[in-house]
Structure formats: C-alpha cells, structure tokens
C-alpha cells in the first residue's frame, strides 16, 4: 500500500500535537527538564562562540601588526634562556640585500625598539617608542588618523619628530589636536607630526600604547641595547606582495641570511624568521584546543540535560501505560508508539535547546557589548544547535520509547 | 481471497488455550474452546471472575495472544500475524468498549473519537468529520469539544462508543460496559447497542450482570476456562428505543 507524502507528514504533525498535549499536561515537569537541556546547549553554543571569537580576536591582533610578511631577528631558533654566543647580527646593509635581491618583496620595516617617557607640560606617559624607518607604513599597513606619518626625509636627517599612538596622545593631551606640538622624549624636545589611527587590541594587549620616531634619530639618542654595530636592528619585519607564497619567502630569506654569515648546514642559526603564516597556524591551534576544551566541559552539561530527558520519559511511559495499550487496541502499530514518544522527547529537546540559544545569542551580544570581547554565534552554529538538540531527543528519548513500543497491549491496558 | 463472505463466521475459535505461569503453577485461563460467531450476532458473555471470559474476550480482539489454537476474524487467522499486521485488523475490524471508558483526559471529544482514523491514515479533515458525525449519532452535538471530565459517566460511554464505531467496524466488542454506570444510564447504553445490532453490527459483551445479557440474543456463559451453557436467549429484553437527545439531559 503506498502511503503519500501528505499522510507522513500529517503522521508527524499528529504526533507533534499529541507530545504538546502531554507537556502541557505536566508543565512545570516539562519545563524543568528542558531546563537541563537548556543550561546545555546555552554552555555549549557560548563555548563554542567564546573559542571563535578567540580565533577571530588573536587573527586580527596578527593582522593588525601586518599581514603576509617574515620577522626576521638575530637572535637563534628555540626556547630557553638566550646565551650570548647564538645571538647574531642583522644589519641596515643586510635589509637592503633582501630589498634588492629577494623576490617577492614589497617593502622592509627594520626597527629599533626603547621604553621611553613622553612629556609636555605636567603631563607624561610611558611607552614603547619603535625607531622605524618609511617602509614600517608599508610592511604594517598604518597610516597616520592626523598629521603624517615618519617619511624617508625625517630617516636621512634623524629629525626629532614623533609619531603618537591613541592611548598616548589620548593620555597627554585628552582631547585637544597634538599635532605641532612640542614634548620631551627622555627629555630631549621632539615636534609632533602625527597621530596613528586607532588599532583597538585583544587578549589585554593595547596596540595603540605606541609612539614612533624614525630609526636613525632613535640609534643616536635613546639606542640602549648592546647591539653589535652602529648600523644594526633588532628586527625587520619583510612584507611579501599579496598572494606571494610566505613558505618561499621564509626559504629564500633563510638562503640569503646563511649565504651573508656564511652558516653551514650543520649550524645553529643566530637569526630566526618566522612568518605570519606560521603565526596565525600557532594561534589557530592553541585557541582551537582552548575551544575543544571548553566545548568538552559544556558538553558534560548537555549529556546531564540528556539524561535528565531519559528519566523523564521512561517516568511519562509509565505514566501513561494505559494510554499506550488503549492507542495499541485502537489500532497503533508500535512504531506509531515508538514514534509518539520520540517526538515528544524532541520537541521537548528542541524547546529547551532553542530556548538555551537564544540566552546564548543574548549573552553574546551582551558581552559584545560590555566586555568588547566578540562572541559570533553564526547561523551555522544556531542550526547547529537545534539540530543537536533534536538529535539529544532521539538518542536519549530512544530507549524510553522503544520500551513504551514493546508493551503488550492487554497488559498495558490493564494497568492501573 | 478471505473475509468479506457473509456466510462464514465473522469470529472463529479454533482449540483456543491461554496459559498462564504463576510461581511455576500454570492456570489455564483459556482451555481449549472452539466456537464460532455470525455476522449480526448478539452475543453477551458471561461468567464469574476468573471464569476465563475476559481473555477469551482479549484474544477475539486480538489484544492477547493464545497460548496455542487460533482465531478467525472474518475468516482470517491470526495466530501467525505480526503485531502492526494486529493492529491494522483491530484498526479496520474491531471496536472496542471498556468499562473505564478509557477515554484520553484534557483531550476533546472530537479528538478522542478521531484517535483510531488518525492510525488508520486519514488526513485530519475526515477525522474530524467523520469524529464529529459518529458524535452526532450518538447524540453528542453538543459536547464536540468538552474534555471527559466535562461530560456525565453516560455521556463519556457514548464518547467511547463513537469512538469505537467511527472506523466503521464489523465488530464491536465491549467489556463490562456498564460497570460503570447507573442502572437508567446502563439501559441507555443497551438502548444505543441493540440500535447497532439491529444496522447490522456484530455485538459481543462481556458481563456478570443477567440483565445486561438479558439484551442479547445468544448467551455463552464461561467457568473454569470452558464454555459451560452457549444458547439462544427466548425471552430477550428490548431495550426501549427513543431518540438519544431525549436520554439525557444536557447539563
């Protein structure tokens, strides 16, 4: 006998009203235990957020200090204490080589990097001034919000001009424009020519607590580490065109560097380069854990909910004993029974399980919007989650329904 | 092809035997009848508690298995047929009345009588049309959407009852009926049985009561698991027919 299309679905939609009727039967019951599934799916869908957003937050930190480029720095590969022997040397001269000898590049930002105190009139603010050269505009992809930025003029004359982050300029001079305006670099008067945009942070970190002057006025006055030469930096960073392969960039920069120290094969590097490539892999996998981890906890929330719905059912099954053998007598085959209560177990998994999506969607928003910590929860993850929870409805309301399904009829109409 | 002739029997029993096994004693509930029934039969069943009457009664419905022997509906056995294969001829063939009622609480009238169209497939426009037209025979118009415990014990039986005949069944089976009722509304539920019988349903009812089976046309009384006395009621009450919206007031 063929049975339409129609008759399934108004089968399902029968079965639908009838596991309303039954919750609404016992609602404070029914929403008790949606109460377990709802704490779930809250935990679990806020975990998942909680570890994207991460991922979102520590990927745009990477790309805001520069996108598809190389560090390169003179010091040797690997952890531990730094002994003096490893350290190396990276230089003016060889920035230049990788300039003109290195395909692919589009600009080098070498640095020099000192605390320094930032004054005018009865007002200072400790930074971290960076020495850099034009190309570190280029390289980093910053511009000047006000002002300019430190040019190829200012590096050949080492003019005593300052770039201000927004933390610092915020921090001396509130809310008035600070370009023009004379401070004290470690005491030393320096003119102000520009304000950065604002980079914003994330994970505690302030990108905008930054204040830069160009590299030659930084190694002539506030040059403090003992750096080997006079036309020596502490790091470069080597912007790549776009879509310009950073493994082949690493590789050829590596070449170039061993062929200019002369290293053998069988040496320890005194200089590292590590990509933003491989950063954003390293931060992917540590944030990655960190989400597995906390979804893994949440989800320990979900199977309590899920049980929760188990002891639930198999209590309604017997309850309603007698209900099921009068449907059996009336002609319900055991898979309208079955059937029966699988539904009801979802719609209850599916009402608290919505429910637990929507409290996370508004705890996303909120902590978006007070903790500046960015929690998306895509449609991938909502359908995810009711989908889940329609799947919690089956597996735990499985048992309960194929025990209600396995009665004999007789006998359970004569149960009291 | 089987069923559907009305010269066989439209219930047939076959050496049925139900056994039960108690603390390792066996009862023999059932032992071993064989008896047929016509189609247009009005049959009550009796006995005393324990007599057996109650699972031969299951087992004609087809709710009980048989130990061994078998049942014919309509000249199909059923001893080898699968529990939906069951459910499909109780579905189609068989209607049944308790004497709880067993209706569904906080559940309409209307929705408690669509119950066996919704296993039998029907989209929810004829359930509730044929509901509400099975309700308005048995002179409920009015209670369409009252829950049981809106409704007099009388009334909740016509509910059942409606609910019973709404597959259009040939046999209605009823298990003590009026247990549950007072003596002037149990006379308006063998009113309402007698009218069935008469459009040519099939009745059986199972009773301790005399009087109730004194409505039947045939009596098979039942002790320990045998049938002891199966004849032809001479002297057989009629229930007084009137229309049902005069049987009880609406209150």
């Known amino acids: 006998m063929a049975i339409s299309a129609a008759k399934i679905v108004s089968g399902w939609a029968v079965n639908v009203a009838i596991a309303l009727t039954a919750l609404r039967t016992n609602v404070m019951r029914s929403i008790l235990t949606m109460l377990g599934v709802m704490i779930g ?8 957020a909680v570890g994207s957003g991460a991922q979102v937050s520590v990927m745009q930190t990477i790309n805001s200090l520069g996108y598809n480029m190389a560090i390169v720095v003179p010091e040797a590969e690997g952890d531990g204490p730094r002994r003096s022997f490893t350290r190396g040397r990276l230089t003016i001269r060889d920035i230049n080589a990788i300039e003109r000898e290195i395909p692919g590049v589009r600009a080098t930002a070498p640095q020099l990097r000192s605390s320094v105190t930032v004054a005018v009139a009865g007002n200072n603010s400790t930074t971290n001034a960076l020495g850099i050269t034009d190309g570190y505009g280029i390289v980093t992809d910053t511009k000047a919000a006000f002002g300019r930025f430190v040019d190829d003029n200012d ?3 080492a003019a005593r001009v300052i770039v201000l982050g927004k933390t610092v300029a915020d921090e001396l001079f509130i809310d008035a424009n600070p370009i023009g305006s004379k401070v004290r670099v470690n005491g030393i008067p320096f ?6 945009e604002e980079k914003g942070g994330a994970l505690g970190d302030d990108n905008d607590n930054i204040a830069f002057i160009p590299i030659s006025t930084m190694r002539q006055r506030f040059s403090s580490e003992d750096l080997s030469g006079p036309d020596d930096v502490q790091i470069a960073f080597i912007g790549f065109e776009d879509g310009y392969s950073l493994a082949q960039g690493k590789d050829d920069l590596l070449e170039l560097m061993d062929d200019r120290y002369n290293i053998r094969a069988t040496q320890i590097r005194p200089f590292t380069v590590r990509t933003t490539e491989e950063f954003q892999e390293e931060f992917g996998f540590v944030t990655g854990i960190m989400q597995a981890v906390l979804v893994a906890i949440a989800s320990i929330s979900l199977l309590v909910g899920g049980i929760g719905i188990m002891n639930i059912m198999l209590v309604s099954v017997t309850e309603r004993t007698r209900e099921i053998g009068l449907r059996m007598a009336l002609g319900a085959r055991r898979s309208d029974i079955r ?3 699988l539904v009801e177990a979802a719609v209850l998994c599916v009402l608290g399980g919505a429910t637990g999506l929507l409290l996370a969607w508004g705890s996303s928003l909120l902590l978006a919007a007070y903790a500046d910590f ?4 895509g449609i991938g993850t909502a359908a995810g989650a009711i989908l889940f929870s329609a799947f919690l409805g089956l597996l735990f309301g499985g048992y309960p329904a194929i025990r209600a399904s396995r009665l004999s009829p007789i006998e359970a109409l004569r149960t009291e | 092809m089987p069923g559907n002739n009305a010269s066989q029997p439209l219930v047939e029993t076959r050496n049925l035997v139900k056994t039960y096994h108690l603390g390792g004693e066996t009862i023999h509930a059932v032992h071993g009848v064989s008896l047929s029934i016509a189609r247009g039969e009005y049959v009550a069943i009796m006995g005393a508690s324990g007599s057996g009457k109650s699972t031969f009664m299951n087992m004609i419905g087809c709710l009980d298995i048989p130990s061994s022997g078998d ?12 529990s939906d294969a069951l459910a499909q001829l109780r579905n189609q063939k068989i209607g049944f009345v308790f004497q709880q009622f067993n209706l569904l609480a906080r559940t309409s009238s209307i929705d408690n009588v669509a119950v066996p169209l919704i296993y039998a497939g029907l989209d929810t426009e004829t359930r509730r049309e044929r509901a509400t037209a099975k309700l308005i025979d048995m002179g409920l118009g009015e209670r369409l959407h009252n829950t049981p415990a809106k409704l ?3 009334q909740q039986q016509r509910v059942a009852i409606a609910r019973a005949l709404v597959t259009e069944p040939l046999l209605l089976l009823a298990d003590e009926p009026t247990g549950a009722l007072d003596s002037r509304t149990s006379e308006d539920i063998m009113t309402i049985f007698q009218q069935l019988n008469d459009a040519g349903i099939t009745v059986i009812v199972v ?5 109730i089976a004194d409505h039947a046309k045939r009596r098979i009384e039942f002790r320990d698991g045998i049938v002891v006395e199966d004849f032809l009621v001479t002297n057989r009450t009629l229930a007084i027919t009137k229309p049902h919206e005069e049987m009880e007031p609406a209150d």
């Open chain 1, 41 to 48: 799916v809250f935990a679990v869908t806020l975990a998942v």
């Open chain 1, 155 to 157: 590096v050949r004359t």
């Open chain 1, 191 to 196: 003119t102000v020519i520009g304000q950065m």
């Open chain 1, 339 to 341: 059937n029966q209560f």
């Open chain 1, 374 to 377: 960015p929690v998306p929860i």
């Open chain 2, 71 to 82: 049942v014919l509906i309509d000249g199909i056995p059923t001893a080898e047929m699968t």
């Open chain 2, 152 to 154: 007099s014990g009388g």
């Open chain 2, 207 to 211: 009773t301790h009561e005399s009087e």
